[in-house]
């Protein structure tokens, strides 16, 4: 992939030798087991489950997440290996996004040792699967207004409410659920671990997306589902909880758009080199080079912002949470306009599912939405900035 890119940031000479392998590793699963099916998987609406073992085999799951069968990869490794994964089809990334950095996180950070040892074994080696739930019909941007309660019955929880646009919640055999405990106060939020077959737990699949097809998603419908307690993760009460988990996969989003802005430029590439019009391949002409310098400069810059602040994870062991919505606004925001102007420069054969392009450039609709839409990350960053909150 993307061979030109990389002559111009020599970007892998900067590498570890593990990370290139990490990365190689992937990028042929990818090309092997994911590329010859995506435009098929994604017309039929379809997650390819019969990969998520291979996926597990390559330590994918939960990457960065120290022991309990986590592969414990440092933040860079992760963010290449999801950005390999993201050049198939940004619902593959999503799903490991969710496994690892939403599901297995919060248990990881959040939960007790016996959690820890009863589901991120399961999680990591992909015999489980995981979903997260904090968007609500009523609260998407706003999380803070959930309506989501756990009603206190003696040393059990009794769970009433939705959650809505939940990747993996149509086959997760857990979820872990954000909801106000009694009072219905923000620090009162908490969160829960609900396993698929406890009465009251369902989650239908939301069906008609044109964006992310072969991303399953769903929503959590809880009616009066009774914990016990020890579902409730004890290490957090509040709304950091579940933002700080949030911080995890916006990091890995940022470099996964990396991987959808270079399958577009890598087709546009080819595709305007073996186009003829006016008697010469397109890719002669100025304004179709004009595009090309434009691209190749954007994502280069967003790949070596991704490495600046992977790089400053591993050192720091965490970054403040208006770096991550720097990086992932810039990111998504950049591969979205990529994908957009590749879909333009292959003219009509753009809008045809044949060429990753539109596939790439649907898919980042949501991506652009998800995990803090592209103007919240703009309201975090404008704080950080003036100290005023213009939410
Ligand atoms: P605010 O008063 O600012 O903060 C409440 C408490 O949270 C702390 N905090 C954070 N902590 C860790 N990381 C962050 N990024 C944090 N942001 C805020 C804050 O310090 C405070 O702590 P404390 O101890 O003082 O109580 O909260 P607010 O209600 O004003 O909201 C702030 C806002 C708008 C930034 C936040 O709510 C937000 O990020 N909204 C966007 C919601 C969102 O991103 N949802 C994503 C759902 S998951 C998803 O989309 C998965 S897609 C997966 C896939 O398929 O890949
Ligand atoms: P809204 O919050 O209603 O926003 C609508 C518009 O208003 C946006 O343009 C927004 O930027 C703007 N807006 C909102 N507030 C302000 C403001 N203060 N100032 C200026 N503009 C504002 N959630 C989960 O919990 N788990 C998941 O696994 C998950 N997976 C998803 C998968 C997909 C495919 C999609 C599309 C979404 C997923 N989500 C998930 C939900 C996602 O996080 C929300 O869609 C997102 O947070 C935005 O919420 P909303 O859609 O309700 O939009």
């Not at 000479?13 to 042929?28: F, I, P, Y």
């Not at 539109?358 to 309201?379: A, C, D, F, K, P």
Request: with cysteine.
């Amino acid at each position: 992939m993307s061979s030109s890119l990389d002559q111009l940031s020599l970007l892998s000479d900067q590498l570890t030798e593990e990370e290139r392998l990490l990365r190689s590793a992937t990028r042929r699963f990818v090309a092997e087991r994911y590329l010859p099916h995506a435009g098929e998987w994604y017309e039929a609406e379809r997650f390819p489950r019969e990969l998520i073992s291979e996926i597990a085999e390559l330590g994918l799951l939960g990457a960065n997440l120290e022991g309990y069968g986590c592969a414990g990869m440092s933040a860079v490794s992760y963010g290449l290996v999801l950005q390999e994964l993201e050049y198939g089809d940004s619902g593959l990334r999503s799903f490991v996004s969710v496994q690892g950095s939403l599901a297995m996180y919060a248990i990881h950070a959040f939960g007790s040792e016996a959690q820890k040892q009863r589901y991120l074994p399961e999680l990591a080696a992909g015999r489980a699967i995981g979903c997260f739930g904090l968007t609500e019909p009523d609260s998407g941007s706003d999380p803070g207004s959930m309506k989501t309660r756990a009603r206190r019955d003696g040393s059990d929880f009794v769970l009433s409410g939705s959650k809505m646009w939940i990747t993996n919640a149509p086959f997760a055999d857990l979820a872990v659920v954000w909801a106000k405990v009694d009072d219905g106060d923000a620090d009162s939020i908490q969160g829960f671990v609900v396993e698929r077959g406890m009465p009251g737990f369902e989650t239908p699949r939301t069906h008609g997306k044109m964006s992310l097809r072969s991303s399953e998603t769903g929503e959590i419908v809880l009616e009066d589902c009774r914990v016990s307690a020890d579902h409730v993760l004890p290490g957090r009460r509040g709304l950091a909880g579940p933002l700080s988990c949030l911080n995890q996969a916006r990091f890995g989003i940022a470099w996964g758009a990396l991987g959808a802005a270079k399958a577009c430029f890598d087709c546009a590439l080819d595709y305007t080199k073996a186009r003829v019009q006016f008697s010469v391949p397109i890719a002669e002409k100025q304004l179709v080079q004009a595009e090309l310098a434009d691209m190749a400069s954007e994502i280069v810059k967003a790949e070596l912002l991704a490495l600046h602040y992977g790089r400053l994870k591993d050192r720091l062991g965490k970054l403040a949470p208006a770096m991550v919505s720097l990086c992932k606004r810039n990111n998504v925001g950049m591969a979205l306009d990529c994908a957009r102007r590749c879909r333009a420069l292959l003219g009509a054969n753009g809008i045809l599912l044949e060429y990753p392009v539109i596939r790439h450039m649907l898919n980042l609709e949501s991506v652009y939405t998800y995990e803090g839409t592209h103007e919240i990350h703009t309201l975090v960053l404008g704080k950080a900035l003036t100290g005023l909150n213009a939410f």
